[in-house]
């Protein structure tokens, strides 16, 4: 089956820097990439959507300075939080979709951040 | 607006059924899906309808209506291992998957 991974599984930094999170489809290629972030006990709120080679489209309500996008390749999307804060502090999940007829969502393991 | 409708909580005893149930408005459909998502985990794919009807696999059954605009999921068998959220979505006309908040389900011994 599609396999999507992310990395890093947890992260904690502190408040004002930056971190990176790296969202890969391991064996299809991802023609649309999205990210969500999760808040405990919460569902699961869209932030962005990308497609390889273009600009992601961003929820309302969602920074794109502060949460930048990049979907270089057909495997590889990054959702870089800068200036992380603690109210940034969640539970980021990425999913990726191929071309075809379900369009089902393969969700990566997530990545857990903590903004101290 | 789009809005889908799932309740918050459910409780089922372990062996038993339970049927989770989702309405849904949204701008067009192109298929409904069911996730299921442990604590602290992302969600994995369980059923996907576009057609009216029952579609089964295993202990899990997923049934459509698009004119009442209504699923349900049907988990037979119950084990402590099915407690979890699930989450329905809807695929709507541009093709966005629109989300449910969840239900939260709990088995008890």
């Known amino acids: 089956g599609a396999v999507v991974s992310q990395h890093p599984s947890w992260v904690i930094c502190k408040s004002g820097t930056s971190v990176k999170i790296e969202c890969r489809s391991l064996?299809?290629?991802?023609?649309?990439m999205f990210w969500y972030r999760q808040f405990p006990k919460q569902s699961l709120m869209l932030m962005a959507t990308?497609?390889?080679?273009?600009?992601?489209?961003?929820e309302q309500g969602v920074e794109k300075d502060k949460f930048l996008i990049n979907h270089a390749s057909l495997t590889l999307s990054t959702l870089t939080v800068t200036s992380a804060h603690p109210e940034d502090s969640s539970f980021y999940i990425c999913?990726?979709?191929?071309?075809?007829?379900?369009?089902?969502?393969?969700f990566g393991p997530g990545t857990r951040l903590t903004v101290t | 607006g789009q809005n889908i409708d799932q309740p918050t909580e459910m409780t089922a005893t372990e062996g038993a059924i339970v049927q989770i149930n989702c309405t849904y408005q949204?701008?067009?459909?192109?298929?409904l899906f069911w996730y299921q998502q442990h604590a602290g985990e992302a969600p994995t794919f369980l059923s996907y309808?576009?057609l009216d009807g029952l579609e089964e696999k295993g202990r899990f059954s997923s049934f459509l209506s698009r004119s009442k605009g209504y699923s349900y999921l049907l988990l037979k068998e119950l084990q402590m291992k099915d407690s979890a959220s699930y989450l329905c979505?809807?695929?709507?006309?541009?093709?966005?998957?629109?989300w449910g908040a969840g239900t939260k389900l709990i088995i008890k011994p």
């Open positions: 999913s990726a979709r191929s071309s075809g007829d379900s369009y089902e969502q393969y």
């Open positions: 064996d299809f290629q991802a023609t649309t």
């Open positions: 990308s497609n390889e080679g273009s600009k992601a489209t961003y």
């Open positions: 949204t701008s067009g459909f192109n298929g």
């Open positions: 309808n576009v």
């Open positions: 979505a809807v695929l709507d006309s541009n093709y966005q998957l629109i």
